[in-house]
T-cell receptor
């Protein structure tokens, strides 16, 4: 199984809603990532988890809250989002983080297309 | 800091060749190449490491000039399936043992019959 599975595929939420994005991988990868991608732009790193600990937070607003319940799961909790947060949210995983992880490929999920109204 | 890719866009006829370039102002440990088709996830193509090691698909070739901090992706005898946006990603190691994979702006490639 070389898949990263993201749910839901599409999400429409109001600015006062609370929702969560989910990501799952069963490849035994110990590094997991959230990226945000706007149309015709590259994926932009948001968070990195390494061995279930938050390693990197790229100064993301607190209305985005990541969680890593175990080594296979990664969540992104959303609250009080703004219309400009509408984007494709991509989850990725790689075998390792840190020094070892730099020479391993990242596997991406299909993403959740989020629309904030 | 985001790597710089060139060109921004390429249009090819089937069978033609193309080169996509990626450069960084920071010292690099490795360069990654990914392709993303419209509405799909980025897909891994290749990793190039300091010291010359490469990992990736057999039909893709690339180079990594460590001194110049540049990488090039070579697409030869292009096929329709090569169409998509190509991203280079540069990896830097930060204190604390954390690494970041940061993507360039992308090169849009369209291959026509």
């Amino acid at each position: 199984d070389t898949e990263v599975t993201q749910t839901p595929k599409h999400l429409v939420m109001g600015m006062t809603n609370k929702k969560s994005l989910k990501c799952e991988q069963h490849m035994g990868h110990r590094a997991m990532y959230w990226y945000k991608q706007k149309a015709k732009k590259p994926p932009e790193l948001m968070f990195v988890y390494s061995y279930e600990k938050l390693s990197i937070n790229e100064s993301v607003p607190s209305r985005f809250s990541p969680e890593c319940p175990n080594s296979s799961l990664l969540n992104l909790h959303l609250h009080a989002l703004q219309p400009e947060d509408s984007a494709l949210y991509l989850c990725a995983s790689s075998q390792e983080g840190g020094m070892t992880g730099m020479n391993t490929e990242a596997f991406f999920g299909q993403g959740t297309r989020l629309t904030v109204v | 800091q985001q790597p710089v890719q060139s060109p921004q866009a390429v249009i090819l006829r089937e069978g033609e060749d193309a080169v996509i370039n990626c450069s960084s102002s920071k010292a690099l440990y490795s360069v990654h190449w990914y392709r993303q088709k419209h509405g799909e996830a980025p897909v891994f193509l290749m990793i190039l490491l300091k010291g010359g090691e490469q990992k990736g698909h057999e039909k893709i070739s690339a180079s990594f000039n460590e001194k110049k901090q540049q990488s090039s992706l070579y697409l030869t005898a292009s096929q329709l399936s090569y169409s998509g946006t190509y991203f280079c990603g540069t990896v830097r190691l930060f204190s604390g043992g954390y690494n970041k994979l940061i993507f360039g702006a992308g090169t849009r490639l369209a291959v026509h019959p």
